[in-house]
């Protein structure tokens, strides 16, 4: 068998270089080329390399939350994204430290990269551009030619809703949806609503009175589903944009005698965990929280690895979980 000291020989490279090289030392800072040399020299001998797993630096990574545990609490959603990135960060050994728009370059040099959850302002996408450092954003987009990104299809989803509830004879269909103000007191856009109207405007079924936007907390689906059950020519569906708003929407529903869903249907949007508890148990988008909040470890993680210069976005697809919050509306002219 070939020795160490044959490859440095045909590679023209020290025997330390080829031991660190063949024995994937991450400390060693040499030319690729000089690599691909030894690696081909140690092939041309036949070299057998010992059956050695290169050892991974276990990363000090920080997570950057855009919403409060208080605010957690009221929409679940980024709540449950959260426990499976520090899940999957104690279940690979990675460090986390907590990142706020306040830190700086400097207290975080010793950051391998960042996790950024929730919505961020164009102001604080810009100071985590300043932090130097890789960075994937869950359910944003953050920086496209800088950092990756893991987002929901809300186009694929939102039609899948709206072509069910169409399916079921639904004409009258309403929108409960939420409105985020960023640090610079800009409004960010809950794109589900846009899908919405463009989807009913294209089957002339769009009505603007049906649309509420407000906050995204069950108070606030409980007011919004008020108003619309107010209304003369009420809605016989509700899409809501988060099961929070469902949940509340639910509770005026009861109070004004009515039933779900043989008075008036409703869709959430993430599948929380208690959906499937309401009575009747709700119809709603369910999103791959788990898998977003795991995959967005893993995606920092391999860039930060492997040197990875170009961003990724990953654009994952939901289901519709039918329940029983919808009911099929009878043809009118038949009855």
Do not use: W
């Amino acid at each position: 068998m070939a020795t160490i000291k044959e490859i440095a020989e045909l590679a023209g490279v020290s025997v330390t270089t080829v031991s660190r090289v063949l024995n994937f030392d991450d400390t060693l800072n040499v030319q690729d080329e000089t690599k691909r040399r030894v690696f081909e020299a140690a092939d041309r001998l036949e070299y057998q390399i010992k059956d050695k797993k290169r050892k991974k630096k276990k990363l000090k990574l920080g997570l950057f939350c855009s919403y409060s545990p208080e605010e957690e609490l009221e929409d679940t959603f980024y709540l449950s994204i959260r426990i499976a990135v520090e899940k999957k960060l104690d279940k690979e050994g990675f460090k986390k430290v907590i990142v706020t728009s306040e830190d700086t370059a400097d207290n975080l040099a010793k950051l391998d990269g960042i996790i950024c959850l929730g919505t961020f302002s164009k102001g604080i996408v810009e100071r985590i551009r300043g932090f130097h450092k890789p960075a994937v954003f869950i359910d944003a987009v953050g920086d496209v030619e800088l950092f990756d990104s893991i987002v929901v299809n809300l186009k694929h989803a939102v039609t899948k809703v709206m072509d069910y509830l169409v399916d079921a004879g639904h004409e009258k269909i309403a929108f409960i949806g939420g409105r985020d103000v960023d640090s610079d007191g800009k409004e960010i856009v809950d794109m589900r609503m846009p899908i919405y109207s463009h989807y009913l405007e294209e089957k002339n079924l769009f009505h603007e009175e049906y649309i509420q936007i407000g906050g995204f907390t069950p108070k606030h689906g409980y007011r919004m589903g008020k108003e619309l059950l107010a209304l003369e020519d009420r809605p016989t569906a509700i899409f809501c944009a988060n099961d929070s708003l469902a949940i509340g929407c639910y509770k005026a529903v009861q109070e004004a005698m009515l039933r779900v869903p043989e008075d008036i249907s409703v869709v959430g949007f993430n599948d929380i965990s208690m959906t499937k508890y309401l009575v009747p148990p709700l119809t709603t988008v369910h999103v791959p929280m788990d898998f977003m909040g795991e995959e967005a470890v893993n995606m920092l993680a391999e860039r930060i690895y492997t040197n990875r210069e170009i961003s990724m976005k990953v654009s994952v697809p939901a289901k519709l979980v039918i329940r029983e919050s919808v009911s099929r509306r009878k043809d009118e002219n038949n009855i």
